[in-house]
């Protein structure tokens, strides 16, 4: 489709004006400008692009759009309107997902036009997690027979959660930390307790003395309270948009199931329940159903 040309003002800059002002000494002369199709900047910030981290993509179109939407990793990314004409949606790069070249899928609808498709390419780069050996109560090695079919329940109705994605988004602006301890992270370390090679680690740690307050990083609905086995006193918010955040290891829980948190409000208290060490914070992130280190999360919203 051939370019539109209109006349007018908009192309004379500072530079012609001034120019044309002392050639002249009159009004600068009327320049052709063009009106570009409709186009989009599109570029992503994060603190790598490998596995178990999250990504900030940012678009930015030249026209108004209605909406924006991502596909990659099979999974959807919503985007959200954020500074000026920008929007920026959440990429959640899992913890298995294979070192390469993806892209991202965009699709943009302008206001009063036919939508318009985007590939980003993303390459994710091959990182290497350090092993971590543990020692904890042989019960959480070598679980009893009469739990395993807890076991298993609780694994189905965790992943449950986790493969669902509420349609609103909850979570606005900067993340913050649910406990003031240090983050010891240890987020995709492999995991060998007692001598036994366990799945990665899929969350943050952070030292917490018993019965420090664990707060909500951001606002987000209980979707899960309870006692777990392997997770102890257990808390899931539901951020919207597939993110989740899991707190375990709580010593107490203070919310309810269904209520609505606001960022910074307690969910529970720091403890020592299920398979841990010593008392603790884990956090897990989920974002889509990927395991994302939550630190991501913070630094790239943290303004
Ligand atoms: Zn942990």
Redesign the pocket.
Known sequence: MPHRRVYGFRSCSAWTILTAVLASGGLCLLQAATVQPFSADISHRARGVFPGEAVLVRVVPSAPVTEIKGDIFDETIHFYPADGAAWEGLVGVDLLVEPGAYDLTLLMRPVGSAPVQRAYPLTVAHKSYPTRQLTVAPRYVEPPPDVSARIAREAQEQQAIFASASPDRLWRGPWGVPVSGRATS?FGSRSVFNGQSRSP?????FRAAEGTPIVAPNVGRVVLTGDTYFSGGSVILDHGWGLYSYF??LSKISVEDGELIERGQTVGLAGATGR?TGP?????LRMNGARVDPLSVIELLAK
């Open positions: 240890a680690h899929s969350g943050a740690d375990a290891h841990v603790h914070l884990h956090w897990t």
